[in-house]
């Protein structure tokens, strides 16, 4: 069976969740291969390993953190002719569809990005237009390489037999052209990753102002979820654009969507409506939010998300 | 110092979107088309770089569309707010075209009209793939300065704040580079009155695949690496439960929360 390559995504010794659905998904078109870039301690390929990988290709060295996005594809590319894979499959985060887009260029492949399922000969599903329709595309020319959102598929422990092989790869003078200088980390206060976490809390318009994102803030705390929010929220300044979810900001596919004082628009649907479970607080019955849930409450977000937050302390013990 | 702002027509975001049943593309009739958003902030950063240099004596700034007939309104557009001139690439070709071709024209281009600095928008609002800015930067060998929330030319050095999902790093590259912007980077004006009327008499050229030596087979639906087999309109969702909160909203919905599993 022809081999799938996973790009794998991890930062200090960890194995970002996304790469285990990844792995799982591999394994029902293939054989599942990681490919890890940058520092690759035992502890990341012993990780793919129990995540189902088969084989783990290593690139190391400093240099893919040095630099932006194209060292990777270099080592992707030479996964690629060190392996006889017929699909790659990397996560649809933003550098993630970076990569992928110039690995195709490179190679001369096709490339499907926000794929939230695949399937046999590599047949990618796709939601578009804000979730109002559904697409099934594929790949024509070359290795087909797909970008997949995370939380698509639940990661299964299936464990593989994690064979390390180191890759040689030669970056190119136009790879280490855009250097890294510095990195700033912003305060996330512990949080998951908004577009990783199984959980997210938004807030809207109806959140009123900065001080009132503190009661979004302690429910997601409370359900160990990230905070989100929609543009109103951002444009007002009443939270960082960085967690905008829509159309120009993050799109998120979570097990559990809260949308709490937002009305729904199509500008934030288009960033949350592959979402598993929405449920949403809002005081207009009218909002167009409504259409979309599984469980909704009219009402104010300032009474009920406090009440929920001690209701969920409580149930959790 | 030249820069040339790369934009793309797209059906105005508000609008609901279908796709044409007879050949799996975008209905780009069926609504209102508008520049896309996120490259107006692009425009507005060429602007803000041109004025910074000292005006147009010192950098100009060219808007280059590839797209049909209406694409020409995105190129006015650009030249309204105070852009030099335009570009508009347009062919008959074009229809269909993926990602990887819409590069490949738009990197043609982009060799032709040699710009010291490539100015795109992050994503487009119709497609939001957010992969077109580095494919452009990997065709033609140019570095990759995309997700920009910040944008700084010192000398040949160009600058920038690239945003991350735990906040952001400052990557820097030699000139000529490309950058794709963020929303928010900056506040774009509306064209005045003087504006519209200056656009009317700034030249825009118009290019062919074959002025750009571009093989019409590599563009297009037949030219394009991948292909949408079918598709179908997401079926409603069920509709939900939905409580009035008598102060009880918060228990009902913890109840709810708790049968499938959250809590």
Known sequence: MAEVL???????????????????????????????????????????????????????????????????VTALQAALEASNAAGVLVASSADGKEIAGRLAVRTGAGVITDAVGVSDGFVAQQSV??????????????????????????????AGDGKRIELTVSLSDADRATKVTERVAQERAGRPELTEASIVVSGGRGVGSPEGFAVV???ADSLGAAVGASRAATDAGWYP???????????VSPQLYMANGISGAI?????????????????????????????????????????LTQEVKRRKG | MKIVVCVKQVPDSWAEKKLDPADNTLDRDAA??????????????????????????????????VGPEKAIESVRKGLQMGADD??????????????????????????????????????????RMSVVPAMVAERTGRPQLTFAGKVDIDGDTVRVQRMTDYGYDVVEAP????????????????????????????????????????????VGLGGSWSAVEDFAARPPRSAGTIVTDEGDGAAKLADFLSTQKFI
């Open chain 1, 217 to 219: 803030e302690a429910l």
């Open chain 1, 241 to 251: 654009h960085q967690f905008q979810v829509g159309q120009t900001g993050k799109t």
């Open chain 2, 175 to 218: 000139l000529p580079a490309l950058v794709s912007v963020i929303e928010k980077i900056n506040e774009p004006r509306y064209p005045s009155f003087k504006g519209i009327m200056a656009a009317k008499k700034k030249p825009v050229e118009t290019l062919s695949l074959a002025d750009l030596g571009v093989d019409v087979a590599t």
């Open chain 1, 6 to 72: 996973v790009l794998t995504e991890h930062a200090d010794g960890d194995v970002k969740k996304v790469t285990f659905e990844l792995l799982t998904l591999a394994r029902s078109l293939g054989e599942p291969a990681a490919v890890a870039v940058g520092d690759v301690s035992d502890d990341v390929v012993a990780a793919l390993a129990a995540g189902g990988a088969d084989t783990v290709y290593v690139a190391s060295g400093t240099e893919y953190s040095e630099h932006v996005v194209a060292p990777t």
């Open chain 1, 129 to 158: 237009f804000g979730g109002s329709t559904l697409v099934h595309s594929k790949v024509t020319r070359g290795t087909p390489i797909i970008a997949v959102r995370p939380n698509s598929v639940p990661p299964e422990k299936n």
């Open chain 2, 86 to 127: 335009g570009v508009h690439v347009i062919d008959d070709a074009l229809h269909g075209s993926d990602a990887p071709a819409t590069s490949a024209v738009l990197a043609a281009a982009i060799d032709k009209l040699e710009p010291d600095i490539v100015l795109m928008g992050s994503e487009s609002t119709d497609a």
């Open chain 2, 32 to 65: 209102d088309a508008v520049v896309n958003e996120l490259d107006e902030f692009a425009i507005e950063e060429a602007l803000q770089i041109q004025e910074r240099l000292g005006g147009a004596d010192k950098c100009t700034i060219t808007v280059l569309s």
């Open chain 1, 267 to 307: 500008q934030h649907r288009a960033g949350m409506q592959t979402s598993k479970t929405i449920v949403a607080v809002n005081k207009d019955p009218e909002a167009p939010i409504f259409d979309l849930v599984d469980f909704g409450v009219v009402g104010d977000l300032h009474t009920v998300l406090p009440q």
